[in-house]
């Protein structure tokens, strides 16, 4: 008696032997962290070359369309941080309701840790900001030295490898997961200006809308997808930044799959008595189940994981690298670096993240109100809280918001990718320099 295979495999055509690597290249989180940086390198090229004009007045050419009398057009520039980053955040959206419900942040004691050091990592960089420049519409800035790159940090652990304890990996990522919680809530409160209620009241309807269709059971995402333009429209004209739409409609995306793995296995019971028909009204039979067979497959995983997976290799390889490419090319002056601005910005990144993080760490641990992760000392904590002081994509989101001075803003992102670079070199120094930790048996 023939066995099924305990996992077949669906036959192979030529094209496979080339996108099966490529898709198993787009599921390795370190190679995210590669491109961005291809990208920022390509940025500060351009940025420092002879054709630096034409490429900053690339991203300032204006795109729009217009419907009779009313018109929507802003720079390609705009658009990117706008309009494309909202994948960015709804994939934050997504993330951080992953882990409330079943990641890290679920179980509170596990949880304390990285909200506690999270917290510091951003309290002690504004603070940093502030106590350097904290007169003037410069001192808007306080928000930008607060974020962790969670790209550049995971390419830094990937080349560390077994030199980072599995628990201090964990609480990084899940750091950078609070630390975008905070990044948020800094943009929601600190820079939306002008608020217009009646546009954040329609926003409001389009997600109450958003709930009531997933209420009734639509399954199709299209309505979700029209739902969703409307309500970033909603947010863009508001004053209060169109990025959180897609933190908002995010953490709305159900967590829970809609077919249980009982009735999948009954589908596919009744799948098998039809496969080997082969007269005319069986094969029909048998197109109509294959139809819900697809259906029912899909919805054995929830909207939450499957578009966390689906969106993942776009924003990390897409989306985050044209951010890049947007807002990366900047003039590296040394002058210029040890102005205010970008010394303010350089040291919340360089000295304020990482005594944040590691302070707020280790008065939660003294206190007995959480514990040290596994085979995690601390030097080797602070190696791993200066890698947090890598800010890149949100810190220059953020300067984008906080300065609306050309020159202050430049001396900002100077701030940023100095402060990140030398985080990155300091933090893998310290690591590279730790004993690998011992396995435990």
């Not at 309807?205 to 299209?222: D, E, P, Q, S």
């Amino acid at each position: 008696m023939d066995h099924p295979r305990a996992n077949p495999a669906l036959p192979a055509e030529p094209i496979h032997r080339l996108t099966t690597p490529i898709k198993h290249y787009l599921h390795i989180e370190a190679a995210g962290g590669i491109v961005l940086l291809a990208a920022t390198i390509v940025a500060l090229f351009f940025g420092n070359s002879p054709w630096a004009a034409a490429y900053h007045h690339f991203w300032h050419t204006p795109v729009g369309f217009s419907v009779g009398a009313w018109r929507m057009e802003y720079s390609l520039e705009h658009w990117i941080n706008d309009g494309l980053m909202v994948l960015f955040f709804f994939l934050i959206g997504l993330e951080v309701k992953y882990e409330l419900i079943l990641g890290e942040l679920r179980d509170t004691r596990q949880a304390i840790l990285p909200i506690m050091a999270a917290l510091g990592g951003m309290v002690v960089p504004a603070a940093v900001y502030l106590a350097i420049q904290h007169e003037g519409t410069a001192a808007r800035g306080w928000g930008i030295p607060m974020a962790t790159d969670i790209a550049f940090v995971v390419g830094c652990m990937a080349v560390l490898g077994k030199r980072v304890p599995h628990g201090l990996r964990v609480m990084l990522l899940t750091l950078a997961i609070a630390d975008d919680i905070g990044a948020i809530l800094v943009i929601a409160i600190g820079y939306s200006t002008g608020v217009d209620f009646t546009a954040l009241a329609w926003a409001g309807g389009g997600l109450l809308a958003i709930a009531a269709i997933a209420r009734l059971g639509v399954r199709a995402f299209l309505p979700y997808i029209l739902l969703g333009i409307a309500v970033w429209y909603a947010f863009l004209v508001s004053g209060v930044h169109a990025t959180l739409a897609g933190v908002l409609i995010g953490l709305m995306t159900p967590a829970r799959h809609y077919v249980g793995p009982e009735l999948f296995r009954e589908f596919l019971d009744s799948s098998a008595t039809l496969i080997t028909a082969e007269d005319t009204p069986a094969q029909r039979k048998l197109l109509e189940q294959a139809n819900r067979l697809r259906q029912a497959a899909r919805e054995t995983v929830s909207p939450l994981a499957y578009l966390q997976t689906l969106l993942h290799p776009w924003v990390t390889f897409l989306v985050l690298p044209i951010f890049a490419l947007a807002n990366a090319a900047v003039k590296i002056d040394v002058g210029q670096l040890f102005s205010q601005v970008a010394l303010a910005v350089m040291l919340g990144l360089l000295i304020g993240k990482p005594v944040g993080v590691f302070l707020f760490s280790w008065i939660s641990v003294k206190l007995g109100i959480a514990p040290l992760p596994a085979r995690t000392t601390w030097p080797t904590l602070f190696g791993g809280a200066c890698l947090a002081g890598i800010g890149f994509t949100m810190a220059l989101f953020i300067a984008t918001l906080a300065m609306t001075d050309t020159a202050m803003l430049e001396q900002a992102k100077l701030g940023v990718l100095s402060g990140s670079v030398l985080s990155a070199v300091l933090g893998m120094g310290i690591l590279w320099s730790m004993p690998v930790p011992e396995k435990v048996e």
